[in-house]
């Protein structure tokens, strides 16, 4: 071994170390896009959706409650 290939084996900065983190057992030089259904595509608006309505329900009744308490 030369000492190129040996000071490029733990080089953080080598193009062939492209590991996430520690355990990453599925590391791979190119990640690849998951394919994604029109089923997945409405399930993920609906959940944004539901998550704005909730944060909305709860800002108003955090303003209720503040005015509750000045009264």
């Known amino acids: ?28 030089d190119r990640p690849e896009h998951l394919p994604e259904s029109r089923e997945d595509r409405r399930q993920g608006r609906s959940a944004t959706l539901l998550f ?4 909305g329900a709860g800002g108003l009744l955090v303003i209720l409650l503040n005015w509750a308490a000045l009264i």
């Open 1 to 28: 071994m030369t000492y190129h290939e040996k000071s490029a084996e733990h080089d953080a900065a080598h193009p062939h170390d492209v590991r996430a983190g520690p355990g990453d057992a599925g590391a791979t």
């Open 52 to 55: 704005l309505c909730l944060l």
